[in-house]
């Protein structure tokens, strides 16, 4: 038997409890007369499921459900664990070592909170966390941009590229400097939509897309999440359009656009409380 799991003298002994009997089920499950599926399982071949989890706790999030946020939390921790565990095996580091050194992190990145740093302004607080990862070796000389990486969304690789490029003061001076920038990048695309060139377009199109996340980012709003949530939102209402036609004997392919645009319109209403 392995030595118990510690999360830390200042956890709750419950949590501490349920967490050391959570990663006991996993060793059963990947050791002798346990689960064949689990015990093959290697941290490539666990990687895709990851990505998938940490996607869906997105969408949980987005949801605003707190038993799914719940669910897919636990999903999230499952394959964590399940990770640890696999790198425990191969003699490099355990849970305990993974929650120690984020532990540690946490303190060295907050010294306005564990130290005696002051932080009264996000400007202040953005330098004190880069100074911070620097002190770790995680920032230096290299290019600005090495932190962007291509498996990354795009709207999230746009909003850390803008992010960037204002930290070196290649930025517009106010919201309003954007938004003109933004009207400048609409007139153009039009401009492009009345041409034969598709690659023109798409290049406008991108220019637009990416101005607007700079929109968001001035106003302090995450892009890849307002995206996510309007795409949650729009799955949830044509759902609800669905449900409606099938009531009058149709489908979205019988139905009339007008049919379904009024069934649209009416399920906007009752979500914002309006009288029909």
């Known amino acids: 038997m392995t030595a118990p799991l510690s999360v830390g003298q200042d956890q709750s002994p419950v949590v501490d409890t349920i967490l050391r009997d959570f990663v006991e089920i996993i060793r059963r499950l990947r050791g002798p007369n346990g689960c064949p599926w689990d015990a093959k399982q290697t941290p490539q071949t ?3 499921y990851m990505l998938e989890e940490a996607y869906e706790l997105a969408e949980a999030l987005d949801s605003r459900q707190p038993e799914k ?3 897919e939390l636990g999903d999230v921790l499952l394959h964590i664990v399940m990770l640890s565990e696999m790198f425990r095996e191969a003699g490099s580091f355990s849970l305990a070592d993974v929650i120690a050194a984020i532990q540690a992190k946490m303190i060295h990145r907050h010294p306005h909170v564990f130290g005696t740093a002051k932080a009264d302004t996000i400007d202040e607080l953005r330098t004190i966390w880069q100074e911070a990862k620097a002190a770790e070796g995680k920032t230096g000389p290299g290019p600005l941009l ?3 990486r291509p498996e990354q969304p795009a ?5 850390k590229l803008g992010e960037a490029a204002a930290r070196i ?6 919201l309003a400097g954007v938004l003109d ?3 400048e990048e609409l007139q153009e695309f039009r401009e492009a939509i009345n041409e034969s060139d598709p690659d023109h377009q798409e290049e406008e199109l991108g220019d637009l897309l990416f101005c607007l996340v700079n929109v968001a980012r001035f106003l302090r709003l995450d892009s890849e999440g307002a995206l996510r949530r309007t795409i949650h939102k729009f799955i949830k209402r044509f759902h609800m359009v669905e449900r409606a036609l099938i009531k009058q004997g149709k489908t979205p392919e019988t139905a009339s656009l007008a049919e379904m645009d009024a069934i649209w319109e009416e399920v906007k209403r009752h ?5 029909s």
């Open 46 to 48: 666990l990687k895709t």
């Open 69 to 71: 946020i719940r669910e």
């Open 146 to 148: 090495a932190e962007l």
């Open 155 to 159: 709207l999230m690789q746009a909003q």
């Open 169 to 174: 003061g290649f930025d517009w001076p106010d």
């Open 181 to 183: 920038k933004f009207e």
């Open 271 to 275: 979500e914002r409380g309006r009288p």
